[in-house]
């Protein structure tokens, strides 16, 4: 149980288009998901926070235009990177929150690479 | 801010040896402990956890204790396997709040046989 997928696994897109991630928890509710960045031998770095049906909160110096994200149910949250460029290129995680569970576990999905030419 | 520190990989290690990861954190509050681990194409996994000082959580052979006296909760494993080879995140999460994960830079773990 407790299963996080995203979609695509891998996406390649040129500059200037925009690309969207969908995070869904199968087995579970999940009213927070998290959205990481993770550059290559690299730790994850937070993104933001989306909690269903609200506005994302975001951490300091990630850009929320660019960064589009909506927790519209509670099962899915999407990322969308608006007018990608090379520097957006990097692996894409998210994690959900099972609030069932006694410390609010955190799942993760298996990631996204992105890739901006 | 909250910050986890591990300790530099890449680790290579033969099988059947003894394994330690060292991380240390600085938090504000009294935040809970993880250790992480992902696997060649995997996402991350929850390895352990420990959620107040002098806990112990071990999960597959692997052991971390909540040290509170030296904001450290390194990972051991007494005897390592060629299928432990994944890279493995020290992270902390603060009780009170949005719970977010605050990781260390995570460490490269490669058993040969």
């Known amino acids: 149980g407790a299963v996080v997928s995203q979609h695509p696994s891998w996406v390649i897109c040129k500059s200037g288009t925009s690309v969207k991630i969908e995070c869904r928890s199968l087995d579970f509710q999940a009213t927070t998901m998290f959205w990481y960045r993770q550059f290559p031998k690299q730790s994850l770095m937070l993104m933001a926070t989306?909690?269903?049906?609200?506005?994302?909160?975001?951490e300091q110096g990630v850009e929320k235009d660019k960064f589009l994200i909506n927790h519209a149910s509670l099962t899915l949250s999407t990322l969308t990177v608006t007018s990608a460029h090379p520097e957006d290129s990097s692996f894409y995680i998210c994690?959900?929150?099972?609030?069932?569970?006694?410390?609010?576990?955190?799942?993760f999905g298996p990631g996204t690479r992105l890739t901006v030419t | 801010g909250d910050s986890v520190t591990q300790m530099e990989g890449p680790v290579t290690l033969s099988e059947e040896a003894f394994l330690t990861i060292n991380c240390t954190y600085t938090?504000?509050?009294?935040?809970?402990l993880f250790w992480y681990v992902q696997y060649p194409g995997e996402g991350l996994q929850l390895l352990l956890k420990a959620t107040k000082a002098d806990d112990k959580g071990s999960n597959k052979g692997f052991e971390a204790t909540y040290r509170k006296e030296t904001t450290s909760f390194h990972l051991e494993k007494g005897s390592v396997q060629v299928s432990d080879s994944a890279v493995y995140f020290c992270?902390?999460?603060?009780?009170?709040?949005?719970?977010?994960?605050?990781f260390g830079q995570g460490t490269r773990l490669t058993i040969n046989p």
């Open positions: 989306s909690n269903e049906g609200s506005k994302a909160t975001y």
């Open positions: 938090a504000t509050g009294y935040p809970s």
């Open positions: 992270a902390l999460s603060e009780i009170q709040g949005a719970q977010k994960l605050v």
């Open positions: 994690s959900a929150n099972n609030a069932g569970t006694r410390f609010n576990e955190q799942y």
